[in-house]
Every structure is written in C-alpha cells, then in structure tokens.
C-alpha cells in the first residue's frame, strides 16, 4: 500500500503535527514502507500455527531464588554523605504547601 502527500497530511493533522514539505515527503515513503512491511507479513501463511496471546506463555528460565552477593550496606553507607536509620537521606527536591 502506497501513502500519497494528502495521506500523510491527513494523518498528520490528525494527530496534530505540524511538518513541513520535506517532512511530509520522508514521512510519506516511511509509512509506506511500514504499511508494505505489514502487508508481506499478512500474506505469511500461519496455517497450523497455534496463536498465542502474551509470550509468557512460553517456558521462562528460572534461577534458584539465593542469596549469592554478600550484604554490603554498611561499606556504602559509609560512603554517603547523609545516613540516618540505615536510609539514604536527600535534599527534598519537590516543596509542598
């Protein structure tokens, strides 16, 4: 399927872009090209292939749920500049009224 400028134009009114000539000519071949993408993919044939709906349906790898770094809390906090009760402590960036 090939987009014309109107095409473009339309779609970028809609969604409320402002493009220039230049633009709306690279955005025309672009959307083209996406638009023969989906086509070539359309005409795949799936027959007897089973569709699936989120891909973590698929076997995931799991790892053993272990602790395998040493606790080392003590050595970064000491190099805060700010620590109090084993927290981190910041400027507070956003005020409230």
Known sequence: MSLT????????????????????????????DIFNTISQMSAVNTQGIEPIAHSIELGQRVRPDQVTEINQRDTFQRLAPDVEAGLYLVPKVIETE
């Open 5 to 32: 400028t109107a095409d473009t134009k339309k779609i970028a009114q809609l969604a409320k872009l402002n493009l220039n000539e230049e633009e709306v000519a690279l955005y025309t071949t672009q959307l083209s």
